[in-house]
């Protein structure tokens, strides 16, 4: 069965779907409160996030960069704000899909499917393609293409960091919280410049994508 996690404050929208939905033998949870949504994706699982961005307490921007710091799990967002910008930041920040208010509930069931298909071919390919990068942790070391590269110790930490999130958007503050080598008083500025020189060491700065207001994200 497929489990999905509806972060929705519209309680009677989110009846509404959930009881369309089930009729796919999907098990739909609904919480309207960001927080604990959050909360709970730490303790469960689910197969897809269907997520509001007008929620009371956190944008769902904010929400949907939570989220894909920690898993990599389809998001897609059901909003009736209709400003283009928010759909692009939402999909810069890593939702999967972007469905406008009002829609059909049929349109959302067609959008799941169309979602975990390509997760689903995400995931075979990522079996089949290992990763460019080898993190030896106990040597403290970092190869790319076989290539070792010649990194600093705060330089080290921040592409160890990435690696683990490999695919993920990575904010700068979370650099700055999960790398013992930085200091925690560091600037936003300083961890681009040491994003900057981790790029060029690597040869190819496609490998680390900026994602405007919020971070990196490491690409294979």
Known sequence: ?????????????????SEFLEQFEFEVETEDDPFKALSILKLK??????????????????VCAA???????PIIISSARSDVTDKIKALELGADDYLPKPYDP??????????????????????????????????????????????????????????????????REDIIHNVSAINEDSSNKSI??????????????????SVRGIGYKLVK
């Open 1 to 17: 069965m497929i489990k999905i996690l509806m972060i929705e404050d519209d309680l009677e929208l989110a009846e509404i779907l």
């Open 67 to 73: 989220i894909r710091e920690r898993q990599n799990i």
């Open 45 to 62: 699982s689910y197969d897809v996030v269907i997520l509001d961005l007008t929620l009371p307490g956190m944008d769902g921007l904010e």
């Open 192 to 209: 681009d410049v040491m994003v900057g020189r981790i790029r060029n060491k690597l040869g190819d700065k496609s490998l680390i994508e």
């Open 106 to 171: 049929r349109e959302l069931e067609a959008r799941i499917f169309s979602v975990l298909r390509r997760y689903e071919g995400k995931e075979e390919e990522e079996e089949a393609k290992p990763s460019d990068f080898k993190l030896d942790e106990a040597a403290m070391s970092i190869s790319y293409k076989g290539r070792k590269i010649d990194l600093t110790n705060a330089e080290y930490g921040i592409l160890a960091y990435m690696i683990k999130k490999e695919g993920m958007v990575v904010s």
